[in-house]
């Protein structure tokens, strides 16, 4: 069992950077996949980019040379990086955790969540 608490969101203006952070505790770190995603309102929780155990990275299009996600297991700590923000960005974004590296991408894919944290994009 981990517990996952998401930090870093905030107001920004178009073009702007945030690094969210998810500070974990209980369970084995280091065995986690760590995922990214968020939900805008009226939208499905989307995924946003995930960290396997193994170090393999997964992200959809809209993320590709703007997000970089990593994990710092000595910290219990995952962190995603947002540059170059949009307001189509503004979300909740959520850190979740699974012990299956089998689907990283897929919200399904996993048990643990955070609370969540607001990113707001201004145009």
């Known amino acids: 069992q981990v517990q996952l608490v998401e930090s870093g969101g905030g107001l920004v203006q178009a073009g702007g950077s945030l690094k969210l952070s998810c500070a974990a505790s209980?369970?084995?770190?280091?065995?986690?996949?760590l995922g990214w995603f968020r939900q805008a309102p009226g939208k499905e929780r989307e995924f946003v980019m995930a960290?396997?155990?193994?170090?393999?990275?997964h992200y959809p299009d809209f993320v590709k040379g703007r997000f970089a996600i990593s994990r710092d297991n000595a910290k219990n700590t995952a962190y995603l990086q947002m540059n170059s923000l949009k307001p189509e960005d503004t979300a909740i974004y959520y850190c979740?955790?699974?012990?299956?590296?089998?689907?990283?991408?897929?919200?399904?894919?996993?048990?643990?969540w955070g609370q969540g944290t607001q990113v707001t994009v201004s145009s």
């Open positions: 979740a955790a699974t012990d299956d590296p089998m689907r990283p991408t897929l919200v399904t894919g996993y048990g643990y």
């Open positions: 209980g369970g084995t770190f280091s065995r986690y996949t």
């Open positions: 960290i396997t155990r193994y170090g393999d990275i």
